[in-house]
T-cell receptor
Framework: DAKTTQPPSMDCAEGRAANLPCNHSTISGNEYVYWYRQIHSQGPQYIIHGLKNNETNEMASLIITEDRKSSTLILPHATLRDTAVYYCIVRVVNAGNMLTFGGGTRLMVKP | GAGVSQTPSNKVTEKGKYVELRCDPISGHTALYWYRQSLGQGPEFLIYFQGTGAADDSGLPNDRFFAVRPEGSVSTLKIQRTERGDSAVYLC????????????FGNGTRLTVT
């Protein structure tokens, strides 16, 4: 699977949008971009995934650049409960292929 | 609905002992994964099942680690002759198994080897 590069940490003010970047310059055509987050003492939580189109769900939006070499996860109105480590993962989409986690971005939402 | 359930949530054992960690996946999920997470690190893949068979066990660190899923649902991760370096959070995840289906994780078992 392609490697990803994320900043180790970011801060965001409560109520503001949190924009988490991810570089995946070696992504292949058959690899999707997945985002997970992990709140302290819990297992990773699935947020969203996409191939090349922008995606939105009740948790977040995913913006993928046209060349697919980078993406941004957007939490539109961050709350204190969004404080977590956010993992950007590229995954070859064969049935059952596992996820390979990197170091992630530690997002701190501050009041 | 019910998520992935892992038991026990905490396990303390002595060096050299045998331990079993249990995972109950989401009902109907055909794929099941085990990961291990050390403090301050991202989860590390151990093994993946599709149905009853281990489709990929390339992440198991050595032959002291073994996992089974005899009926294609519940899985047990078994660790023989535990070592202090085995101390970590062991995470289980399941997915529907179709192309691109996301993994859903449990909250893990924290194993401490003294």
């Amino acid at each position: 699977d392609a490697k990803t590069t994320q900043p180790p940490s970011m801060d965001c003010a409560e109520g503001r949008a949190a924009n988490l970047p991810c570089n995946h310059s070696t992504i292949s055509g058959n690899e999707y971009v997945y985002w997970y987050r992990q709140i302290h003492s819990q297992g990773p939580q699935y947020i969203i995934h996409g191939l090349k189109n922008n995606e939105t769900n009740e948790m977040a939006s995913l913006i993928i650049t046209e060349d697919r070499k980078s993406s941004t996860l957007i939490l539109p109105h961050a709350t204190l409960r969004d404080t977590a480590v956010y993992y950007c993962i590229v995954r070859v989409v064969n049935a059952g292929n596992m996820l390979t986690f990197g170091g992630g971005t530690r997002l701190m939402v501050k009041p | 609905g019910a998520g992935v359930s892992q038991t026990p949530s905490n396990k303390v054992t002595e060096k050299g002992k045998y331990v079993e960690l249990r995972c109950d996946p989401i009902s109907g999920h055909t794929a099941l994964y085990w990961y291990r997470q050390s403090l301050g690190q991202g989860p590390e893949f151990l093994i993946y099942f599709q149905g009853t068979g281990a489709a990929d066990d390339s992440g198991l660190p050595n032959d002291r680690f073994f996992a089974v899923r005899p009926e294609g649902s519940v899985s047990t991760l078994k660790i023989q002759r535990t070592e202090r370096g085995d101390s970590a959070v062991y995470l289980c995840a399941s997915s529907q198994g179709f192309l691109g289906s996301p993994l859903h994780f449990g909250n893990g078992t924290r194993l401490t080897v003294t």
